[in-house]
């Protein structure tokens, strides 16, 4: 075992960073895609991608040339830095924040193979409420494949309306549903 991580430690040491950076590619703020249906499972496995920096600077001790060792490093580091805050940032809100709150499910219209559902969020400081509308199915239990539909700050509530089997009407308009969410 210790002969397979030590021949592969690129191998693994690329897969951790994909695994990190699809992670920061999946979060709110740009495209969630994967998500758990329990809001805490998702800090829980945000905070468990926090380490993989660490696990990043380790493991590039072991590179052969210094140039990759020094690059390396350096790149850890920067991670590690964004990884804490990020890790300060998750802690503080689940801690401070109630959960209904912060992200609470309004309205849910269910379709044949996924549910459209609008959440009221409290985005604290910087805005007072806003909606998030998501498409969601479960594609393990527990495990969901998201795609937001809509995103507006400064609202409390909105207009939704099932039209058909593959189609919604948000705010007056019309937004057609995959089947599969981002496939056909």
Known sequence: MNSL???NKYIIHMTL???????ILNLDYFYPFIRFKSLK??????LCIQII???LLINGFRFKHISAKIVNSVVSIILMLISATIAAIILFATITLNVNEAFMPIHNIRFESSSVIVYRS??????????TVRQEKEIIKGVLLVKNLLRKDHVYDISVKKLGDNAVELMG???YLKRNVYFP
């Open 17 to 23: 960073l994909a695994i990190y950076i699809l992670w």
């Open 53 to 55: 920096p660490l696990i």
């Open 5 to 7: 991580i030590r021949n």
């Open 122 to 131: 409290n985005y604290g400081a910087t805005t007072d409420f806003g909606i």
């Open 41 to 46: 499972l998702n800090d829980i496995f945000s």
């Open 173 to 175: 308009k019309k937004i």
